[in-house]
């Protein structure tokens, strides 16, 4: 009985009264935690007004970090999708030695801070690092480039895309692929037609998820990137050059353009998901 | 109801303590015969502070006054000090990299003193910017215009979040201004952009800050780093690691100090706090600071470290390139000149 009495006259009872405080509680701890920081950060990007919003994002340099932020991030968001989807597959589907130990593993770069991960990266690559000297020899730009930057974008969301399809092929029942190869089908018509629309949304929720932490990255990229302007600069490094050089208005009205592109996806990923099925998150 | 009550109870606690959590306490008033300051300062001169200067004062002062004085110490980047400072770091002193940190302290109300109204107008410590290249320097590297040359990689930090790359830049667009001026007679700035310009495309890397730098250096990737002289001569104390390349011309640095009013009247320590700020520009003090590779402001000091510090030929001050705040504006704002080259509107 967790409904509010509709009828004044029926006594409201205990189930009432703790349903009114949970609703309360959930509601004020969503307020402090994020509506009202959202809300500080809003009216700190508009308190240059549009005028203020169109200088920061005319800014060469700031329109440049976006647009890199947000390759970088499909770019990531595409290959640990499909990286994902292997090794979860891998993980559910067959007996691997050492399966617990590598399934505790996928979390691991949750639970490192990121320029830690930054750090192991300059560990390998960097000049002084196991394969430094071979990739100077080969002209191989890794640290302090592209390349870089990827990979720890790459390490840092490796666990999202893992993590929201395991679940739908444990859920799933292999017969139906077991059933299917009876029947004659190919590998590629099993993935197609059965395996697919089996974890289509957690596709597309690692995919969102994926996408929205990369752009957020920051720790293991100030490491690793190059930091000049319109070359090696991202978003993240850029806003945090604008606190550090007190334009905070600048740094807020950056932020919220991520924000909002964030929002959108994760908005559309529910729409997807909601019309081709699946399970609504 | 029961639950419900608790639930409640739980959730205001909860809250209870966010807000807490969020109040700066305030000190505990000091007992007899014991004081305390904070200091805020920027990284570079912190083992100096820890190992030499720190311990003297205290010593000085258990002496004079039969008082314990204790320090607390905050070292982080000069701009984010100040940013702390603002915000409600309770700093005693300030003692940071450039003018322009201690003066948004000022702007905020915190400073209400003139704090320029001290000996050396309130300089503890001066440097040069400097180039540090590799033992031996094998690309032989002399002068700002081989920073120019294609192949050479070149290091300093951003100037968005780095005073030191402040300094830096400085120097290198002071440099062309004044060799110009040297050469023809007339302050040219196209010649600092177009100087700047060539060395700009260069660098490989910006990090955060001057630290940040020289440990890329450090670790193998660059040619020449452009950081403070005192950088590299406390690299250097140990063993010597990299030459020092003094340019003729270059930027004189000066870093100052101040005492926060407002955190003061506060904690009501004025008396040492006073003491230990007109201490920093004692003999003693300002030994110890030579001594980790600044640059002395007293007389005395600097004669006895003449033969440490050249003097390269044209050195120039901030007031040469029309002090602070224009400098701020012509290189570092939006039309800056700095700005327009990484944006690629003024090219080489």
């Given at each position: 009985m967790w409904t509010v009495s509709k009828n004044a006259d029926t006594p409201t009872t205990i189930a009432d009264i703790s349903g009114f405080a949970l609703r309360g509680g959930v509601i004020g701890y969503l307020l402090l935690m994020v509506v009202i920081p959202l809300g500080g950060l809003l009216s700190q990007a508009s308190l240059g007004g549009l005028a203020g919003f169109f200088t920061t994002l005319q800014s060469p340099a700031a329109v440049f970090a976006f647009k890199l932020t947000i390759a970088l991030g499909l770019v990531t968001a595409l290959i640990n999708s499909a990286a994902g989807l292997v090794i979860a597959y891998g993980l559910v589907r067959y007996d691997l030695p050492g399966k617990r130990l590598l399934n505790a593993l996928v979390d691991l770069p949750m639970a490192i801070p990121t320029a830690v991960i930054g750090m192991m990266l300059l560990g390998l690559y960097g000049l002084q690092g196991l394969f430094g000297r071979w990739l100077t020899e080969q002209k191989l730009a890794i640290i302090f480039d592209y390349p870089g930057i990827l990979l720890a974008l790459l390490v840092v969301t490796f666990p999202f895309s893992i993590r929201t399809v395991q679940p739908l092929l444990e859920a799933g029942c292999s017969q139906m692929e077991e059933a299917a190869k009876t029947l004659g089908a190919g590998r590629w018509h099993i993935f197609w037609y059965i395996l697919l629309p089996m974890i289509r949304p957690g596709l597309f929720s690692g995919f969102t998820l994926t996408f929205s932490r990369a752009i957020a990255e920051f720790g293991a990229i100030v490491l690793v990137s190059g930091n000049i302007p319109l070359k090696t600069q991202v978003a993240s490094v850029y806003i945090y050059g604008l606190v550090e050089s007190s334009d905070i208005t600048g740094a807020a009205v950056m932020s919220v353009c991520l924000l909002t592109l964030s929002l959108m996806m994760l908005l559309l990923q529910h729409r997807w998901a909601q019309k081709w099925g699946g399970i609504r998150r | 109801m029961k639950r419900a009550k608790t639930l409640f109870r739980l959730i205001s606690a909860g809250m209870l303590l966010l807000t807490l959590s969020g109040c700066s306490h305030s000190e505990a008033p000091n007992a007899e015969g014991t004081t305390q300051i904070m200091l805020a300062a920027y990284t570079?001169?912190?083992?100096?502070?820890?190992?030499?200067?720190?311990?003297?004062?205290?010593?000085?002062?258990?002496?004079?006054?039969?008082?314990?004085?204790?320090?607390?110490?905050?070292?982080?980047?000069?701009?984010?000090?100040?940013?702390?400072?603002?915000?409600?770091?309770?700093?005693?002193?300030?003692?940071?990299?450039?003018?322009?940190?201690?003066?948004?302290?000022?702007?905020?109300?915190?400073?209400?003193?003139?704090?320029?109204?001290?000996?050396?107008?309130?300089?503890?410590?001066?440097?040069?910017?400097?180039?540090?290249?590799?033992?031996?320097?094998?690309?032989?590297?002399?002068?700002?215009?081989?920073?120019?040359?294609?192949?050479?990689?070149?290091?300093?930090?951003?100037?968005?979040?780095?005073?030191?790359?402040?300094?830096?830049?400085?120097?290198?667009?002071?440099?062309?201004?004044?060799?110009?001026?040297?050469?023809?007679?007339?302050?040219?700035?196209?010649?600092?952009?177009?100087?700047?310009?060539?060395?700009?495309?260069?660098?490989?890397?910006?990090?955060?800050?001057?630290?940040?730098?020289?440990?890329?250096?450090?670790?193998?990737?660059?040619?020449?780093?452009?950081?403070?002289?005192?950088?590299?001569?406390?690299?250097?104390?140990?063993?010597?690691?990299?030459?020092?390349?003094?340019?003729?011309?270059?930027?004189?640095?000066?870093?100052?100090?101040?005492?926060?009013?407002?955190?003061?009247?506060?904690?009501?320590?004025?008396?040492?706090?006073?003491?230990?700020?007109?201490?920093?520009?004692?003999?003693?003090?300002?030994?110890?600071?030579?001594?980790?590779?600044?640059?002395?402001?007293?007389?005395?000091?600097?004669?006895?470290?003449?033969?440490?510090?050249?003097?390269?030929?044209?050195?120039?001050?901030?007031?040469?390139?029309?002090?602070?705040?224009?400098?701020?504006?012509?290189?570092?704002?939006?039309?800056?000149?700095?700005?327009?080259?990484?944006?690629?509107?003024?090219?080489?």
């Open positions: - | 570079v001169p912190k083992e100096a502070y820890q190992k030499e200067i720190i311990p003297a004062f205290q010593k000085q002062w258990k002496e004079k006054t039969g008082q314990t004085v204790t320090f607390k110490e905050s070292y982080v980047g000069s701009g984010a000090q100040a940013r702390a400072i603002v915000n409600g770091l309770e700093a005693d002193v300030a003692a940071l990299s450039l003018e322009g940190d201690i003066e948004t302290i000022r702007k905020a109300g915190l400073i209400t003193h003139n704090w320029k109204d001290r000996p050396y107008a309130g300089m503890i410590t001066r440097s040069v910017v400097a180039l540090g290249v590799k033992k031996g320097n094998p690309l032989g590297i002399r002068e700002w215009q081989d920073l120019g040359k294609p192949g050479v990689t070149v290091l300093y930090p951003s100037p968005r979040t780095s005073g030191g790359a402040m300094w830096d830049i400085n120097a290198i667009y002071g440099a062309g201004v004044k060799t110009a001026e040297i050469e023809t007679g007339k302050k040219n700035p196209d010649k600092g952009a177009e100087l700047l310009a060539s060395i700009q495309k260069n660098v490989k890397v910006m990090d955060n800050s001057g630290r940040e730098s020289m440990t890329t250096f450090e670790k193998g990737l660059g040619d020449v780093v452009v950081t403070y002289e005192n950088e590299l001569l406390l690299r250097n104390m140990e063993q010597p690691l990299y030459d020092v390349i003094y340019p003729k011309a270059t930027v004189l640095i000066e870093n100052p100090v101040a005492l926060v009013d407002k955190n003061v009247e506060k904690h009501g320590n004025r008396a040492a706090v006073e003491a230990f700020v007109t201490f920093l520009q004692s003999q003693e003090a300002q030994r110890a600071f030579a001594k980790y590779g600044f640059r002395p402001v007293v007389p005395e000091v600097v004669a006895e470290t003449k033969d440490k510090f050249p003097q390269p030929e044209w050195l120039f001050d901030i007031q040469y390139l029309g002090g602070w705040d224009t400098v701020f504006e012509q290189l570092y704002g939006p039309k800056g000149v700095w700005t327009e080259i990484v944006e690629g509107k003024k090219g080489a």
